[in-house]
């Protein structure tokens, strides 16, 4: 499964190092090979007159190698090599030119099936040359040079002779390895070693077996070649289970192993090339309703063919994996070609227009896909495939074909985590720093009369600073801090309505509430008796709700707005005219404001379709005796056409930015002072 992409490139960091130590292998193995050759001389009988054995011999070698295994066991090296067993036969027979000859080509044969690059293959033939160049001279100390006899002192030499081929060509790799990663080369050997040494240890202790085999007749050789392929073809078995065991049974595309196997591969790519991967999961709707109605096997052969279609002109290096159930993932590298991981979630969409026909059923599919892009979305398959879930998830709730991730739409994200502790140690003592309000005026347009203003959470976290309040309501809003940051709030403001009544002003408050605490009971009690306690009237506070909270759960919202009503607090509706069903809303609820969102007042002036909906609403709320409250407002055009329009009344930086109660008091004081 795995690609040789990042095999095939050099690190970003210090290429030079990574070449010239390639380089310098090259050039020491040509060397010494020339040495060795030049002293050993040529073999008896001649260079053109060698048996028929070491052609056969030379043969098996280059066959092995047809179609290199791969399996879990080996954990640097990018096949099997079974033609180790033939060089070092070949070497101890016919002498060191022969058997490098024979395991160049071998090895040339092999980096051809792996499509490995120039280069890589050139320091692939130039490191195993040097390892044997190692293992001739260890032969020829042992052994004394003489051509193999089978003596139990040649016996020894041939093996001290492959150990040496083994652990050179290790140490060799590891080096080029760590210039890559910055491990420690040994620490890498070390690893190689444990992970592949049964392999080289049987294919070492074969070599004496061929080499016997080869110094008595050529068709010892072939018979020879048996246990040779027995274990190729015991390597050979188990890669192909361990294929299997990535497959998915039913549509025969990567299972979820198989797929976090071929993502950590593109991101080790991608990590060495600096380029992107893309990570997509799709998870069809109500597939569960096509078991059950028609059966399993309706919907087994629907995963089929939607297998089929995904897979059909597929670009290559694009993987599709059948993740589970009815869920599907994607993955795409720009190495590969990927532009637009967007593009991509497209695709898969445009394969699920078609209706699929089993059985002479036609069956609508449909689904959504999450997008998550390394390195900017993670850095790791676990990190890149429950981001991508996440958006999918968000994409469903949103109703859409597809969503990238986005770090809003996590809601238990680690920092998330600990910013939600750290807020409800903030809120487990009342008195405790932190958390506050900030307080922005709100203005009557006709007479400049400040009405009140809107409560602003601010949350100062001890290590963080002032942390945006738009993630302290993400933070919070899927949790029972919900509720206590709400108490917390209510209580800050409704303390605040006091202190204003006491200073002689006759101001009122709005506060935002979340879906949780308009679901909730308790919250009408928990008003209605801080209200009591702080003496405040119920006229003085204000609750901003939103449409999406409405819509969370309307029956049981409806029915706490409307208590909450009875208490004669006033109800706005926030973020008027950016939802689906606001006109629902007005006529179903005791609704006494609605808030014109900023993104339509900021630009009126200039934009004619903003400018026509603030007018229209005004005269909506103008029509329903309701009062209207403009957002945003930063200048003085602004603020003229919304009173020209008989908007009631208005906040924004023109009048004044959010400010702390003590600042908002010292404003309030020099404007009543000025007047």
Not at 281 to 288: E, H, I, K, T, Y
Request: hydrophobic share 45%.
């Amino acid at each position: 499964m795995a690609t040789t992409l990042m095999r095939n490139t050099a690190p970003r960091e210090h290429p030079g190092r990574y070449y010239g130590f390639m380089a310098g292998v090259a050039v020491g193995t040509v060397a010494a090979s020339v040495a060795i050759t030049a002293s050993a001389g040529s073999p008896a009988g001649g260079w053109f007159n060698v048996p028929f054995a070491f052609w056969l011999t030379a043969g098996l070698a280059l066959i092995a190698e047809l179609r290199p295994t791969r399996w879990g066991g080996l954990w640097m090296s990018p096949a099997a090599s079974i033609y180790l067993v033939y060089s070092l036969a070949t070497m101890v027979t016919w002498g060191f030119l022969p058997a490098l000859i024979v395991q160049s080509a071998a090895l040339f044969l092999l980096m051809a099936q792996l499509s490995a690059s120039i280069w890589r293959s050139i320091f692939n033939v130039s490191q195993q040359g040097a390892a044997l160049c190692v293992a001739w001279v260890v032969w020829n100390a042992i052994a004394g040079g003489a051509a193999w006899g089978g003596t139990l002192t040649e016996l020894l030499g041939l093996l001290a002779a492959g150990t040496a081929w083994t652990v050179t060509s290790w140490s060799l790799v590891a080096i080029r390895a760590g210039l890559r990663s910055g491990d420690s080369w040994l620490d890498l050997a070390w690893q190689w070693g444990k992970s592949e040494w049964t392999l080289r240890a049987t294919q070492v202790a074969i070599a004496p077996i061929m080499a016997t085999a080869a110094m008595s007749s050529w068709w010892l050789v072939a018979v020879s070649a048996i246990p040779i392929f027995s274990v190729y073809r015991i390597l050979q078995t188990a890669a192909d289970r361990e294929r299997e065991a990535e497959l998915d049974p039913v549509t025969g595309l990567l299972n979820r192993k198989g797929f976090e196997q071929v993502v950590d591969d593109k991101i080790l790519d991608g990590t060495e090339t600096g380029t992107s991967v893309a990570v997509l999961v799709l998870d069809l709707d109500r597939f569960a309703d096509v078991n059950s109605a028609l059966g399993h096997d309706v919907g087994d052969k629907l995963l089929v063919e939607l297998a089929r279609r995904f897979s059909a002109d597929k670009p290559p290096g694009k993987e599709i994996a059948r993740l589970g159930g009815d869920e599907f993932g994607f993955v795409w590298s720009e190495l590969e070609g990927m532009d637009d991981p967007m593009a991509c979630a497209r695709e898969i969409r445009a394969r699920l227009d078609r209706p699929i026909v089993v059985d002479d059923v036609s069956i609508e599919v449909d689904g959504s896909v999450g997008i998550a892009v390394f390195p900017e979305d993670g850095e790791d398959f676990r990190t890149l495939f429950r981001h991508a879930d996440i958006a999918m998830d968000e994409s469903k709730k949103r109703a859409a074909s597809f969503a990238r991730y986005a770090p809003e739409f996590d809601h238990h994200s680690p920092e998330r985590l600990m910013l939600l502790g750290d807020l409800r140690r903030a809120l487990d003592a009342p008195d405790s720093p932190g958390i506050n309000l900030f307080y922005q005026p709100q203005v009557c347009l006709r007479t400049e009369k400040v009405l009140g203003a809107e409560a602003l959470l601010r949350y100062h976290h001890p290590v963080r600073g002032m942390v945006n309040p738009s993630e302290i309501i993400a933070t919070a809003e899927h949790s029972s801090v919900m509720r206590m940051l709400t108490e917390r709030v209510v209580d800050i403001a409704l303390l605040q309505l006091r202190k204003w009544h006491e200073s002689g002003y006759d101001l009122r408050m709005a506060v935002n509430v979340s879906v949780r605490d308009l679901q909730s009971p308790d919250f009408t009690e928990y008003v209605t008796e801080r209200m009591r306690e702080y003496g405040v009237d119920a006229t003085r506070l204000q609750l901003e709700i939103t449409e999406s909270a409405l819509m969370a759960d309307p029956r049981r919202v409806v029915d706490n707005v409307e208590r909450l009503a009875d208490l004669g607090l006033g109800i706005s509706l926030d973020d008027f005219g950016t939802g689906f069903s606001s006109m629902q809303h007005l006529r179903r609820l005791p609704v006494t404001e609605i808030k014109i969102d900023r993104m339509f007042v900021t630009t009126l002036v200039e934009d004619s379709d903003n400018a026509a909906i603030v007018s229209s609403t005004i005269d909506l709320g103008r029509a329903l005796d309701i009062d209207v409250v403009a957002e945003g407002v930063e200048d003085e055009k602004v603020r003229k056409q919304l009173e020209v329009w008989g908007c009631d009344a208005a906040q924004g930086w023109h009048f004044a930015k959010p400010m702390s109660a003590e600042d908002f008091d010292r404003w309030l004081a020099a404007r009543r002072g000025g007047r």
